[in-house]
């Protein structure tokens, strides 16, 4: 599985405006919604809620990949913003959260789920690769990051 | 003056029936992370930082896949012991969760 198999590229941003948990899985949604990807952006943000109230998925080293399993999606699907300044998004090494990765996926979809989850983790490992998606300009950088990083491994 | 460890291991089936996705990962680093000892943690080929969540997920371990805890250090023994919990929990499903 490639990043790029779910990751929708015009559900990219380098510009999230947002600064508290709630407002960046709004913001990030509404990517969704743009792309044209997403049928119920309100089920879907009421799990993707209800998920970090079980504990934040802010995952340290300045990553949180918020993500739900729901049919108010017919596949698994992501978005991915950078946050400049850094939201806290009570991350378990409590230190501010970057980059966010937003994963939503039909509710049987545990297999491909966590292939997603193991392929976001194996790129956002490298602490490069997240330096240079942190200073990327525009999401057409961010994209070709991705993509690079997708031949790789 | 310092000791060497031996590094003791224990395969264990993942009982959680979603996998090792985040929340369980995450409950694994944090419980390792109360070990001092170097913990890896391995399936098929792949080992991985037993302290790291990224590590963890990159595994992609699935429901009855079988990884081998390692842990070498003072706590050790302790350690694997704590760990093996983690791995064989079996999640209760978000919807039933205790709301009393």
New interface residues.
């Given amino acids: 599985m490639k990043i790029m198999d779910f990751l929708h590229h015009r559900a990219v941003t380098t510009d999230i405006k947002a600064k508290t948990k709630k407002e960046i899985i709004a913001e990030l949604l509404d990517l969704l919604v743009n792309a044209g990807v997403i049928r119920n952006k309100d089920v879907l943000y009421k799990v993707l809620l ?2 970090e109230a ?2 934040s ?1 802010g ?3 300045g ?1 949180a ?1 918020p ?1 739900a399993k729901s049919d108010g999606v017919k596949k698994l699907v992501a978005a991915f913003g950078i946050s400049k300044e850094g939201v806290d998004f009570a991350s ?1 090494d409590g230190e501010p959260v970057y980059i966010f990765f937003l994963i939503a996926a039909p509710d049987d979809c ?2 491909p ?3 997603a ?2 392929r ?3 790129i ?2 490298d602490k490069c690769v997240r330096d240079l998606l942190r200073d990327a300009v525009d999401a057409k950088a961010i994209l070709k990051i991705i993509k690079q990083e997708d031949l790789r491994n | 003056m310092s000791k060497t460890f031996d590094i003791l291991k224990k395969t264990v089936i993942v009982q959680n029936q979603t996998g090792l996705h985040a929340r369980p990962a995450a409950a694994f680093v944090q419980t390792a992370a109360k070990f001092d000892s170097e913990i890896i943690l391995k399936k098929d080929k792949q080992e991985v930082n037993g302290k790291s969540i990224m590590g963890i997920l990159t595994l992609a371990v699935a429901y009855g896949q079988q990884v081998t805890i390692c842990a070498r250090g003072i706590d050790a023994k302790a350690a694997i012991i704590e760990l093996e919990k983690v791995l064989i929990e079996q999640e209760k499903p978000a919807a039933i969760k205790e709301k009393k």
């Fill in positions: 209800e998920r079980l504990g998925t995952i340290g080293q990553v990949i993500h378990l545990a297999g789920h966590l292939k989850l193991a976001i983790s194996r956002l490992k």
